[in-house]
């Protein structure tokens, strides 16, 4: 009897909250992806055909696009696990000099748009590139060419190594010293103990950051379109049948996005597959103590680390030279000398783009924040059936290349009953959707670290459970989730392939700028532009750096 | 003002796991109640179906004689100190104390008189400004304390809330935690799963084993009359050892060795039966009379005040026994002892150990 009426719970707060938050997910994703797998079976007369698909894998042509970016992924994970591993094995277990300055310089690198890293590079090593015209003038040799596989590898790598630097890194702090010196102890030392013990120890964050590269290189098309030329990879087609000039056929880039998907989930699948074999829990009293080395080695590591972000950063400091040089007045001809004409053009033509930027930024990312706070914690605190739902579908956009999402959203919302094509709003909301795994992850992460205890202490002292979130959880949350705040905020003001795809002239953003002024050849604006861009990267990074105050990052 | 308690045949289950299977208790007003036994035998479980952070499978909970199973945990004016104290870290130790009060809107001045009270009280008012992170384990404590007793609750719950302190601090905070009960009077429910703990802050204690009660009781009670083998074993150190019982006409006797007997007030009609004796440390002498059984002295403790000897027993048993050090005498390794035992003290069990026959009518 008692039992019987424990089942009928009161619609209590929470649940309420959970089950909006559903009801959006299915609105603004469930939805758009549906429309897309629809779109993805149905012919132009509304029947339904798989002739997409089969047109997909039977033509060698679309075959070798999908072929490239897996060359291009495998190459890219491959080469920035190189880098990447012992860089943060480098950085955290020897003194180096700056050591703080580096890591920022680091992460900055890592938080350009890489198509503007691949624009650099061409101006640097293209054919008519600084480097290679000089190096040309000198010497009796060709410089390989930048475009195609290796410009994208490059281009690719250098952004994405960072994450591996990151995820390895904070594996390392958690490893105790004491692991290090019982593997001395015992006789295992230097590359041995690297391989033997420190390795297997960052295994599964290693497993986890050659994913999420791998997913980064899967899904990114600005480098390959700009910087690929004839090699063609899959989400280049997917934008091409899309928006393309030539012959667009929507269904079709449906039906590739579809496969894009399932590529992505597969790929997913398999990481979560390989990293349950590597999991176990270390607790760390004493975390690892940097050693200071002498001689050769010591200046090999640094020249490592340094060779390797100046290469990495190069792009950006080579825009950065560019903008302030002196132009013609239609901005595509540099003069001699220097000045301001570049800003000057760039803020007279693209004049909505920094106002556009900071609103479409700061609305997603408070949106961001706030639902990733809430679902987090329906997530930890509150599992029911609902609340899983809802973790399983906020992590669907975590394996959805950017470029799919707009497609989705675009099938979506350009019929009533909800017209949003071309506003703001579609913008934001597309910006959300690409976000808001990631700040998910990070808000249950901070969350699992506050003990259930401090809540029940708030309602045993009379506090109701809302009370309690906002006057307890969320200050206790505050530093992770501003730290968290500021990461979104950097990754959607440099997103290109989501916004591509649902812009208008009046929802232009400081990407979106600049990646128009590349296309229309317009240099000097172009660097101006990136640089600008930089410098608000820049910015907000040192007060990420502040504010989460030497904690891991989630990228 | 303090409420009485009354469980009535609680029931919890978590998922197929029966924790608690049927468990009913009074806790009378203004009584130190402290809930006691092994890690993992609920009582966790228990204080939290009472806070009302657990759903209730089964029984009813009574606060004086209103009935609170439905009751929100917000409502049911309850201060509970937790294992980890759960401090609010972003606030000051004041802000901490005043979190209760302000929920219950009281005036600014109220909140600013009654929270000064409490942190003079629990002696934190130098720290009152300060944010909690900065404060030792004892101070926190303390600011836990304060911020479950200022609201004037009807009942104190505490979940081990010495545990994750030093063994020397732990002393001090029992005490503090004694007092303070003792003046405010308040009806307390205490959990730990430290014997001399309960024993040192309890007015009776409910021991605990696998969601049972197996028997409530005075320290003393417990201590001197154990209700079975369980509580014998968890309350202090005993001997357990079985003998045969032989009934007399009013009593029986008991077959310590072959020879020597003891007679037990116990009745009991089957021609012999086996039983359990427990016997405390301290509760066996060392005589050099002739009567009692041998025993061998494997190795010996001195402890200062008392000697901890080891020893075998004519009959192959093991046991260990606690005497007052005498100036002369500490007998060596492998000397032959004679041992009797104190009547009154020691505990006649049922051979399965599940009653004390020295309890029955
Ligand atoms: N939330 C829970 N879900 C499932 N089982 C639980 C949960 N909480 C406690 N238990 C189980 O209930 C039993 C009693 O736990 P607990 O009350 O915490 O013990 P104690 O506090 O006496 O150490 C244990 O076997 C424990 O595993
Ligand atoms: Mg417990």
Redesign the pocket.
Known sequence: MNQLKKKRTPLEVWNIIGLSILLLYVLFLVQPLFNLLKSSVVDNEGGLTLAHFKKFFSQKYYISTLANSFKVSIAVTFFSLLIGVPLAYFYNLYEIRGKKGLEILIILCSMSAPFIGAYAWILLLGRQGLITKTIEAILPITVPRIYGFNGIVLVLVTRLFPLVFLYVSGALKSIDNSLLEASENLGCTGLNRFFKVVMPLCMPSILAAALLVFMRSMADFGTPLLIGEGYRTFPVEIYNQYVGETSVNHNFAAAISVVAILITALVFILQKFLANHYRFSINSLHTIERKKIHGIKNILIHLYAYLLVFISMLPQLYLFYMSFRNTSSSGSVFTKGFSLNSYRIALKRMSSAIPNTLFIGGISVLVVLFLAVLVSYLVVRRRNVVTSTIDSISMLPYIIPGSVVGIALVITFSKQPMVLTGTVTIMIIAMIIRRIPYTIRSSVAILQQIPMSVEEAGISLGASKLYTFFRITVPMMKNGIISGGILSWITIITELSTSIILYTSHTVTLTLSIYIFVVRGTEGPAAAMATILTLFTTISLIIFIKVSDGKEMVM | MSVAITIRNAVKI??K?I?IPDLSVEIKEGEFFTLL?P????????LRMIAGFNTIEGGEFYFGDKLVNELNPAKRNIGMVFQNYAIFPHLTVRQNVAFGLRTRKLSTEEIRTRTDEFLELMQISEYADRLPEKLSGGQQQRVALARALVIQPDVLLMDEPLSNLDAKLRVEMRSVIKEIQNKLNITTIY?T?DQEEAMAVSDRIAVMNRGVIQQIGSPQVLYQRPANKFVAGFIGKTNIITRALVPQENTSKLLISDSYAIDMPVIHHQERKQVLVSIRPEDFQIVEDTEGMAATVNDSIFLGLMTNYFVTLETGERADIIQESTINSIYSKGSTIRLQVNVEKINVFSEDGAKNLLLEE
């Open positions: 978590y998922g796991n924790v036994g890690s993992g035998c609920g009582k966790t479980t228990l959990v799963h």
